[in-house]
């Protein structure tokens, strides 16, 4: 059964009856959109539709990455309710998604909450690689990094205290000129500043404190 309770307004669907309490999620998420993304989890392990539903998501966020207006379309709180759920019913019948994902979007445009298809996108993602056991690391650097360097990264962080047994490190890069040099690590909820502009800071923060 998916079902969303929330005091005000209260969400309750349930269009899955696969799904069950008995199912664990990997991590727990307190947000709407987290929730979502975990009653979706909870009804696609039951079904033994993970796979499908994970492929249907990626397809779906590579779409609104690709195309802008699409999603500004599901996340404007002006477009109609029911312009939003036909244009969603257009495009999982046109890409063939699953049941489960199909279920998941109707309930979505019932509840009027398309608007988050973004986050819960995100969300599902991070409980796929939880439940693969992956711990995200992002390095952030001035320069786009090569697949060496990223890898030594990871291999230094998995020489620490970083991950459990059966957990492994999945490196991603992103890059922001203003760190100016070095990289800023984030693995999970941890983060290493490890940048320039970092250093620079905190040495004019001493200055500072000095005159």
Not at 16 to 31: E, R
Not at 43 to 66: M, N, R, T, Y
């Amino acid at each position: 059964m998916f079902a969303l309770r929330q005091s005000a307004p209260k969400l309750t669907r349930s269009f899955a009856s696969a799904a069950a309490a008995a199912v664990q999620a990997p991590i727990q998420m307190h947000s709407l959109d987290g929730r979502y993304a975990t009653a979706l989890f909870t009804a696609a392990s039951k079904s033994s539709s993970l796979p499908a539903v994970e492929a249907d998501f990626k397809k779906f966020g590579a779409q609104l990455q690709k195309d802008a207006s699409f999603r500004a379309f599901l996340e404007s709180p002006v477009v109609d309710r029911l312009h939003k759920k036909d244009a969603i019913a257009a495009v999982v019948e046109k890409q063939g998604y699953s049941p489960t994902t199909a279920n998941f979007f109707a309930l979505l445009a019932d509840n009027g909450r398309l608007d988050l298809t973004t986050k819960i996108v995100d969300s599902f993602a991070e409980l796929m690689a939880a439940h693969r056991g992956e711990v995200p690391v992002v390095v952030t650097s001035a320069k786009e990094l090569d697949a060496k360097t990223l890898a030594r990264v990871r291999d230094s962080l998995a020489r620490g205290a970083f991950t459990k047994p059966g957990q492994s490190l999945l490196v991603s890069n992103k890059v922001n000129p203003s760190i100016l040099g070095g990289m800023i690590v984030e693995v999970g909820d941890k983060t290493i500043d490890m940048s320039v502009s970092s250093k620079i800071a905190k040495i004019q923060k001493i200055l500072s404190e000095t005159v």
